[in-house]
């Protein structure tokens, strides 16, 4: 009886190994296929001229809805596992192939053109819109209309999400062939705003 545990034991850990593989396998297929999927849509869409829904938009949507299916149909599974944010997969993976694409793809001439322009709407346009949100958000707590924050992390809180990447719309302005210093404003003031809006908070988060 004592020799015959380790082998059930050693044969349920092989058979969890094999079933962990499977599942592994599954989701990166799933995986390949839905990002597929999203680039076949977004040719359909493109090339029927469909300017209602942007490409962007519709990969989103391909991933809400296989998210919500995972979800819900193994919600404490390895398998749903695979479809949760990952912090580290996405500051080491997908972020610097974007921000390398942004800075290879500039054209240096519209961007140093506007660069008055562009370091107003980073820096004080970035500062003004943390402090109305911050505001808002500390306002909303004391008034019982939202999460109560302290004034320091609601300004904290409002200087990260003061400013949005415009990614969908640098994406459109490049199909519709927009203005050069427009796509330029737009695009290096989405740059820049990122240094601007994420220094001194990340610094101040340390610190709490």
Partial sequence: MASEEPVSASASALMSTSKRQQIDSLSILLQ???LGLAFVFGHI???HKFYYLHEGSASLLIGLVVGALARFTYPQDRFSNWFNFHEGFFFLFLLPPIIFDSGFNLQPGPFFSNFGAI?????????ISAMVTGGFVYLGGRLSLVYKL???ESCIFGSIISATDPVSVLAVFQELGTDVNLYALVLGE????DAVRHHDPIKEVKCL
């Fill in 32 to 34: 390949i296929s839905m």
């Fill in 45 to 47: 869409l493109r090339r």
């Fill in 119 to 127: 370091c107003t709407f980073a820096i004080l346009g970035t500062l």
């Fill in 150 to 152: 302290p004034l320091l």
């Fill in 190 to 193: 989405s740059v820049l705003n």
